[in-house]
């Protein structure tokens, strides 16, 4: 009997800590991730690890994320590590965060090179990930049935802002220079099939290699063209060079679009050359898509500039995402809340996210012009900030 007594206590005691510990798990929702804080890509995502420092303090400001089978509000836990913006180093973080962080839900990487190899844990390990600034269409083209990303696909960068030009019908002829990159190259498919969508004709299709010095040859065939709109599908240096001398030998066309060029670098590195612009951007002060006050409070906690980091507030739908999931799913089992998010319409401070198939998202940036030096997004009606002068007007 003393035996038996002896065992029964042993087994109430390991239930006990097994409980315990299961209630520990519970007192938090951890979210891992990587980003290229530091490497090739930080100058764009260098303060990644910041902003969801303060997204996070934001959400659990209000309490956390509610979920329903607990009854109660839980805070908020983003466990991350610097990628160093190479694909291996995140592969082996992303494992780490799974079995040894423990971590209930995965957002994968800012960039695609570093999104297209972590991506491969969340499949061998059946483990849901999130993806924000990922639009490559190689990504979601392996069949992956773990991976939802929250952009749309990367021909579909400009849609906005060839809708906008739709509209205002001033914009017949459109030349096209590509910077040889991965990013640069998938955003080129759509510019040429909005043009014909829209009526525009190209006449001027040319990609360039990324460490292209002088652009002579290229900007004196593009000016015998005479277009209406010179589209740059590029990241910041490539365009700072290409618009200098674009500059310098004459090339002022009516309309100048760069793809990156909401960045504060282009802007620094261009000067009066900058003004008229226009560019791509997620989100800027004025905007009140989504919950917008838990991003403003996330800036304010920050310091952040959100038009120079608009790659790293890509990230923001990607939570947005997650928590709406786990609303909704009412638990914290990650393969409901997945199965939720995937058939859900999640407004987020960039618009409506819907998952359309194959793990691609639904949403696009916003076109913007710089005026008087700032980024004013100029399209669509409910997300404008101010309106679109064409042609553009250089300092």
């Not at 297209?116 to 990922?134: D, H, Q, W």
């Not at 066309?253 to 900058?274: D, E, F, I, W």
């Amino acid at each position: 009997m003393r035996l038996g007594r002896i065992l029964l206590a042993a087994a109430a005691a390991l239930a006990f800590v097994a409980a315990g510990g299961n209630a520990r798990a519970q007192d938090v929702i951890k979210i891992g991730a990587t980003a290229p804080i530091t490497g090739g890509l930080s100058s764009i995502y260098s303060i990644q690890g910041k902003l969801w420092e303060a997204w996070e303090k934001a959400i659990n400001e209000k309490g956390g994320i509610y979920v329903k089978s607990l009854h109660k509000k839980l805070p908020v836990k983003i466990v991350y590590y610097d990628d160093q913006s190479d694909p291996k180093v995140s592969v082996k973080f992303y494992e780490r965060l799974i079995t040894e962080d423990k971590v209930n839900f995965l957002m994968g990487p800012p960039g695609s090179p570093i999104a297209f190899a972590a991506s491969t844990v969340a499949e061998r390990y059946k483990f849901p990930m999130i993806l924000g600034a990922v639009s490559d269409p190689a990504i979601f083209s392996r069949g992956f049935k773990y991976i939802q990303g929250v952009l749309g696909p990367g021909e579909d960068w400009s849609h906005y802002f060839f809708e906008m030009l739709a509209k205002q019908k001033k914009v017949k002829t459109v030349a096209l220079l590509v910077e040889d990159s991965l990013y640069s190259r998938g955003i080129a498919p759509g510019v040429r099939k909005f043009a014909k969508q829209y009526g525009m004709k190209v006449v001027f299709d040319e990609t360039v290699p990324s460490d292209n010095q002088d652009f002579t040859a290229v900007i004196t065939q593009i000016k015998q063209k005479n277009p209406d709109l010179v589209y740059v599908s590029t990241f910041p240096p490539f365009y700072i060079r290409f618009a200098k001398q674009a500059d310098e030998l004459g090339l002022n066309p009516p309309a100048l679009h760069c793809t990156t060029c909401s960045a504060v670098s282009v802007r620094n590195g261009l000067g009066p050359v900058a003004e008229g612009i226009t560019g791509e951007v997620f989100w800027v002060p004025g905007m009140k898509l989504g919950d917008y006050r838990t991003l403003e409070r996330a800036l304010q906690i920050s310091g952040l500039d959100p038009v120079q980091w608009t790659f790293a507030l890509i990230s923001i739908p990607a939570l947005e995402v997650i928590q709406a999931g786990i609303e909704k799913a009412g638990s914290l089992d990650r393969n409901a809340v997945f199965a939720a998010i995937q058939k859900s319409e999640i407004p987020t401070v960039m618009g409506p996210f819907k998952a359309t198939g194959n793990g691609v998202g639904s949403l696009n940036p916003f076109p913007m012009q710089v005026q008087n030096g700032k980024a004013v997004v100029i399209w669509p009606p409910n997300a404008k900030t101010g309106e679109y002068v064409y042609p553009r007007k250089k300092k």
